[in-house]
């Protein structure tokens, strides 16, 4: 156990050395640069007029941000049957935050997720078991939402833009993305209310194929944490669910209509709810994106997909620049700031429990 808290502390540590940081920001600024510079001679400055209005609409951007980050406080507080205070939730909810921006979307804050509940006072199987909870209730958000969005925008209105070959890439990615998060999200459910036995050993089968044996392992590890954790899910009331899905709903709605307020700043009259809907669908593709937080990936994303409802490539850079600001870069700003005083308390509780005789990942209980 001694060996697993200094692993912990060792890989969340090593989130703040200078190459995590730097990298995706390097990245996302590589790429803005360089599509700028491609763009350099068709930019108007005079798109760009700032007003008592468009401080107003960046504000409202933050504070769907805020609106964003209080669903998954909520979720986290709900997750845990408020065994943890909200001061603890919103840390929780600014560390993964930051891990996601740090790693690639396929690692994503999750993986780090039960370390920092654990930091909080949770026993690491509780932990594992509420950071399966959010994975499956963001993977059902996803197989939610995606048709009624589409219900309501049309097929045209997601996937049709100026550029043939970049739309069909967007839609082919798109679906491919989600029909493995649907799948995923059906193991998931079957995992937690059904068979958690059977889900596990076709989670093991499914790695021993030659393209799926590095994560062997991992997998293993998932199929004994959905195993272990599913009897404890099962007895969660209706109401419990419904409440852990409203903060999941909230805190994703809230992050795409950033995006809303961001175009309303710059006077851009395009239809909102589309606008709205095609951020699902970015985000659905963004899940599979390899560099650290999406960087330079997001920014081309955003330029080509809602370069149609915008004045020119050059100012949909800028805004894309203005999103990833409030969005992302932020949360680089706060986990530089909040890891190092979690490690040092999470360090202090550690070495006060060894003292007294008590096995600290366990029986840790952070301050309140």
């Known amino acids: 156990m001694k060996k697993s808290n200094n692993n912990d502390l060792r890989k969340t540590r090593d989130l703040l050395r200078p190459r995590y940081v730097a990298l995706p920001i390097a990245i996302g600024l590589i790429a803005v640069g360089t599509m700028f510079w491609r763009d350099s001679e068709q930019f108007d400055f005079s798109l760009i007029q700032i007003s008592t209005t468009s401080i107003g609409y960046f504000l409202l951007a933050l504070l769907f941000m805020a609106g964003r980050d209080f669903g998954l406080t909520w979720r986290f507080r709900t997750l845990t049957d408020h065994d943890i205070t909200w001061g603890q939730a919103l840390r929780v909810n600014m560390l993964c935050e930051f891990t996601s921006a740090v790693t690639p979307s396929t690692v994503g804050g999750s993986s780090f997720g039960m370390i920092y509940l ?99 392992k991992e997998a293993a590890e998932m199929g004994d944490a959905i195993v272990a954790t599913s009897g404890e899910l099962r007895q969660k009331s209706f109401w419990w669910w419904l409440r852990a899905f409203f903060g999941t709903a909230l805190s994703w709605i809230s992050r795409y209509m950033v995006v809303n307020a961001i175009l309303l700043a710059f006077a851009i009259n395009a239809d909102q709810v589309m606008v709205l809907a095609r951020q699902l669908v970015m985000w659905v593709v963004l899940t599979i994106c390899p560099t650290p937080g999406g960087s330079g990936v997001s920014e081309w994303i955003f330029k080509n997909y809602y370069g149609d409802m915008i004045a020119s490539g050059s100012l949909a850079l800028v805004l894309a620049l203005c999103w990833r600001i409030v969005s992302y870069y932020i949360y680089l700003i706060i986990g530089i700031c909040v890891i190092p005083s979690w490690l040092r308390q999470w360090k202090h509780k550690r070495q006060k429990a060894k003292s007294n005789g008590i096995n600290g990942k366990e029986t840790m209980q952070h301050p309140r």
Request: proline content about 3%; overall charge positive.
């Open 118 to 216: 654990t930091g909080e006072g949770l026993n690491f199987g509780r932990s594992t078991a509420i950071m399966i909870t959010t994975l499956f209730l963001d993977e059902l958000f996803y197989v939610v939402a995606c048709p009624i969005a589409l219900a309501l925008i049309g097929w045209s209105g997601l996937f049709d833009i100026s550029n043939a070959h970049i739309s069909s890439t967007i839609r082919l990615t798109f679906w491919f993305v989600y029909g493995g998060l649907s799948l995923w999200a059906l193991i998931l459910g079957l995992g937690i209310f059904v068979r958690p036995s059977a889900i596990r050993s076709l989670l093991i089968n499914a790695c021993r194929l030659p393209l799926l044996r590095r994560w062997k």
